[in-house]
């Protein structure tokens, strides 16, 4: 397993676990991050910045730290 923040720019992959604290796992759950699900790594700002993603048919950024915590499965190209 790695963390999103491994991946590279256009990576397809599964979530597997989300090891974060309760409101903020609570939070991306309901925003669709959740185990099983697809995402694509869209862009991975420099300087720590936030990471984005494709998660269904819409857009999100979380930061880098709470990426670190998010982890998937081996890429599905």
Partial sequence: MKS????????????????????????LLELGLFPGQEVIVLQKTPF???????????????RRNDANNILVDECIN
């Fill in 48 to 62: 720590g910045g936030p990471v984005r993603l494709k998660v269904k048919d819409y857009c999100l950024a979380i």
């Fill in 4 to 27: 999103l923040t491994e991946l590279q720019e256009g990576a397809k992959c599964k979530i597997k676990e989300l090891t974060l604290n309760k409101n903020l796992k609570k939070k």
